[in-house]
């Protein structure tokens, strides 16, 4: 079965740091370009970052410097490891895959079903 499954969310304190992870089965992740996503609670879905197949990265301005993608295609997983977690950063987290690195989500036909993120003060 073609899938992507998130994993990792969980609550965690204004300040604090957590790693979710995206992984892939039924194909392999490495020929993909991943995106990470997110929907905060009465916002729209919006990209966060995203990691083409040769390894470029890219990130909204809002978590530049504090979230840090990346991939490990031997375990055919995808990781965003968040630093400096802050209140705003609450959303349910998602990963997609798709050919090239894009904020445009409609360009990604394989999504996982989310892991939520909760941070707390």
């Known amino acids: 079965q073609v899938q992507l499954v998130e994993s990792g969310g969980t609550s965690v304190h204004n300040g604090g740091s957590l790693r979710v992870s995206c992984e892939a089965s039924?194909?392999?992740?490495?020929?993909?370009?991943i995106a990470w996503f997110r929907e905060a609670p009465g916002k729209e879905r919006e990209a966060i970052s995203c990691?083409?197949?040769?390894?470029?990265?890219n990130y909204a301005d809002s978590v530049k410097g504090r979230f840090t993608i990346s991939r490990d295609n031997d375990k055919n997983t995808a990781y965003l490891e968040m630093n400096g977690l802050k209140i705003e950063d609450t959303a349910i987290y998602y990963c997609?895959?798709?050919?090239?690195?894009?904020?445009?989500?409609?360009?990604?036909?394989?999504w996982g079903q989310g892991t939520r993120v909760w941070v707390w003060s």
């Open positions: 990691i083409t197949r040769e390894g470029g990265t």
């Open positions: 997609a895959a798709g050919f090239f690195c894009t904020s445009d989500e409609d360009h990604f036909e394989l």
């Open positions: 039924g194909f392999t992740l490495g020929d993909y370009s």
